[in-house]
């Protein structure tokens, strides 16, 4: 009896290890802050990167996220237009697609960038840079950066599932 039933979850347990696993399960859409920890002198400045990795007919985003205002200035990319903008990414070509919003509110420590491709540009798989953002840093210690919401969208505008990763910028006083 004993042997049968070490048969059978044996057989089971080998089963379960050849189903080929799930397109879902294989592989998970991460959008994170890149680097996701780093240091940077008193007035100096510091890029980081949001970056979407391993997305499948990505077609439009919406980030929202925050930082330490206290601690960060996010520097204007485009200091020709009315109010402080961040850097779009390459991932999705810029020249394909519409940029509905790009604000930085220094103020408030909040970041906004709303961007979508327009037909015929065909969706984006891979791994790659959506924005960029540029800080000043005016005041010591530990400034976090956290995404508090994004959606990525494929081109039937439905949702793609994303895991989101946060990061932090350490400011050192001079001379460290």
């Not at 996220?65 to 999705?92: C, H, R, W, Y």
């Not at 976090?144 to 505008?157: E, K, R």
Request: charged content about 10%; glycine content about 6%.
């Amino acid at each position: 009896m004993w042997k049968r039933a070490s048969r059978g979850i044996l057989l089971a347990l080998v089963l379960v290890a050849l189903l080929p696993l799930s397109p879902a399960l294989a592989q998970s859409t991460i959008v994170l802050v890149n680097p996701p920890s780093q240091s940077v002198t008193l007035n100096q400045t510091v890029a980081v990167e949001i970056k979407v990795d391993t997305v499948t007919k990505l077609y439009g985003v919406d980030i929202r996220l925050t930082f330490d205002a206290a601690k960060l200035e996010a520097q204007d990319a485009n200091p020709g237009v009315s109010g402080v903008q961040i850097e779009q990414g390459s991932f999705l070509n810029p020249a394909q697609g519409f940029l509905a919003q790009n604000s930085a509110d220094n103020t408030t420590g909040q970041v906004q960038y709303v961007f979508a491709l327009m037909a015929p540009a065909p969706a984006v798989s891979g791994t790659g840079v959506l924005a960029r953002i540029t800080f000043k840093a005016k005041a010591t210690g530990n400034a976090l950066i956290t995404l508090n919401s994004v959606t990525l969208s494929n081109d039937q505008a439905q949702p793609i599932p994303a895991t989101l990763m946060n990061g932090s910028i350490t400011i050192l006083p001079p001379g460290s």
